[in-house]
């Protein structure tokens, strides 16, 4: 089991920065991926950024150059840099870790709202 807690999210004008931060406890050495979704109301959850054990990054084109994705393996903590931050940010971001297996399994966290306003 692994169990994921965010932190970090909040209110913020267009064209600001905050950080999110993802902690990890449990199994975490199970752990392959980890990611930032996150989630605007009445839409999808749509994926952000991943990082794996190996550090390659991943971004979703409306992000790209905006935020950065990182982890502190002695932490057991991954963070989301979101700077230049647009109203179409706003939303229920949500850290997520996958572990590979025969069936994939995928762990969340219970979210963290932001909202950038115009």
């Known amino acids: 089991q692994v169990q994921l807690v965010e932190s970090g999210g909040g209110l913020v004008q267009a064209g600001g920065s905050l950080r999110l931060s993802c902690a990890a406890s449990?199994?975490?050495?199970?752990?392959?991926?980890m990611g930032w979704y996150r989630q605007a109301p009445g839409k999808q959850r749509e994926l952000v950024a991943f990082?794996?054990?190996?550090?390659?990054?991943n971004y979703a084109d409306s992000v790209k150059g905006r935020f950065t994705i990182s982890r502190d393996n002695a932490k057991n903590t991954v963070y989301l840099q979101m700077n230049s931050l647009k109203p179409e940010d706003t939303g229920v971001y949500y850290c997520?870790?996958?572990?590979?297996?025969?069936?994939?399994?995928?762990?969340w966290g219970q979210g963290t709202q932001v909202t950038v306003s115009s």
């Open positions: 997520n870790a996958r572990v590979f297996g025969s069936r994939d399994h995928d762990y």
């Open positions: 449990g199994s975490i050495f199970s752990i392959n991926v």
């Open positions: 990082i794996t054990t190996g550090g390659n990054t």
